[in-house]
């Protein structure tokens, strides 16, 4: 996180969306990483779903930066009700 999209290591990526209407900006479903990443095309890169490096399942009602995800591999975005959907 904090680097540019084009400089971010990704470990183990599973599944990419692209949401149009936030200006370009791919979400990365990262199984080896237990977290989701947000790579926009001009900013840098950050950590949306889960902590790096620690899996879990818990967290719900909370911060999605705070909760905990095991190897996630699935995305789907809703872009109408502007959500994302972690499988």
Known sequence: DGSTP??????????????TNSGGVV?????????VRA?????VASTVAGVAGVA????????A?????????GLALDPLRRRLYIA
Do not use: M
């Open 6 to 19: 084009q400089a971010a290591q990704l470990w183990q990526p599973e599944q990419l969306v692209y949401d």
């Open 27 to 35: 979400y990365v479903a990262e199984s080896g990483s237990h977290r």
């Open 39 to 43: 790579l926009p095309l001009s900013g």
């Open 56 to 63: 879990g399942d818990s967290g719900n009602g909370g911060a």
């Open 65 to 73: 930066t705070s909760a905990l995800l095991t190897s996630p591999v």
